[in-house]
């Protein structure tokens, strides 16, 4: 099975956030990479995925409450 590798850029602008914070979540642990050498990272497409399903809200409907009387 082939998992594609993605560099941090692709994960970046494929999420619509900064570079700095995809290696701020790789460093802290909260997404898995894969490090080609010292200054190379690449997230496994799976790992892509795992993360944003773990951080996916459960769908239900949310309303505010109704401020008027």
Do not use: N
Request: cysteine-free; aromatic content about 2%.
């Amino acid at each position: 099975m082939s998992d594609e590798l993605l560099t941090v850029e692709q994960v970046a602008a494929e999420l619509q956030m900064h570079p700095d914070t995809i290696r701020r979540y790789i460093r802290e642990k909260k997404l898995r990479a894969v490090r080609l050498s010292a200054r190379d990272l690449r997230v496994r497409r799976s790992e892509l995925e795992s993360f944003l399903k773990e951080r996916d809200t459960d769908g239900e409907s949310r309303t505010m409450p109704d401020d008027q009387p």
